[in-house]
T-cell receptor, first 113, second 115 residues
Framework: QQQVKQSPQSLIVQKGGISIINCAYENTAFDYFPWYQQFPGKGPALLIAIRPDVSEKKEGRFTISFNKSAKQFSLHIMDSQPGDSATYFCAARGGTGANNLFFGTGTRLTVIP | DAGVIQSPRHEVTEMGQEVTLRCKPISGHNSLFWYRQTMMRGLELLIYFNNNVPIDDSGMPEDRFSAKMPNASFSTLKIQPSEPRDSAVYFC?????????????FGDGTRLSIL
């Protein structure tokens, strides 16, 4: 079964707008939540990550919001740019001592100029 | 520093043939992961190694798949015999295995097509 649920499957945003991608999980043992960005023909690359003891993390135009009680986290891309057009994956790490990641199904983001 | 290196980048072969995918992790990394990516199933973890030892192979779809890591700088994923449903992009990733938040670094993948 899918350990991390991601939505939407695809997203179209105007340049300058805010892109929001949501993820949810069930396993409370997960202890690390990264977001990966993937361009066509390339492997996923780490974008930003958060631990569950923090409610928000911001790096430039990218922000993760984390709601531990709801077991949800989201990626916000402010001032979206055409160069942000890519597939985004949320993920969760298996817990203490584990270093395997469970990935969401991905969101294809298109930013229109 | 060189990233994770995978070879070949593309492989086209006929059903029933043996396929071997190769991966060189980032130097100094002691965890290695093999993933498969398809439109239908997304990114699936097949197997991962810590210090060259397989830790979890529950994602390996069936006995036709096998993976080895004979040393810290090389791993293979083998499919024998291959079937059309094995067509996918296969990624290798590596990381430092420790309690802190070390990211997985992915290679650019091998696009496998089984005819």
């Amino acid at each position: 079964q899918q350990q991390v649920k991601q939505s939407p499957q695809s997203l179209i945003v105007q340049k300058g707008g805010i892109s929001i991608i949501n993820c949810a999980y069930e396993n409370t043992a997960f202890d690390y939540f990264p977001w990966y960005q993937q361009f066509p023909g390339k492997g996923p690359a780490l974008l930003i990550a958060i631990r569950p003891d923090v409610s928000e993390k911001k790096e430039g135009r990218f922000t993760i919001s984390f709601n531990k009680s709801a077991k949800q986290f989201s990626l916000h891309i402010m001032d979206s740019q055409p160069g942000d057009s890519a597939t985004y994956f949320c993920a969760a790490r298996g817990g203490t001592g584990a270093n395997n990641l469970f990935f969401g199904t991905g969101t294809r983001l298109t930013v229109i100029p | 520093d060189a990233g994770v290196i995978q070879s070949p980048r593309h492989e086209v072969t006929e059903m029933g043939q043996e396929v071997t995918l190769r991966c060189k992790p980032i130097s100094g990394h002691n965890s290695l992961f093999w993933y498969r990516q398809t439109m239908m199933r997304g990114l699936e973890l097949l197997i991962y190694f810590n210090n060259n030892v397989p830790i979890d192979d529950s994602g390996m779809p069936e006995d036709r798949f096998s993976a080895k890591m004979p040393n810290a700088s090389f791993s293979t994923l083998k499919i024998q015999p291959s079937e059309p449903r094995d067509s996918a992009v296969y990624f290798c990733a590596s990381s430092l295995w420790e309690a802190s938040n070390q990211p997985q670094h992915f290679g650019d993948g091998t696009r496998l097509s089984i005819l």
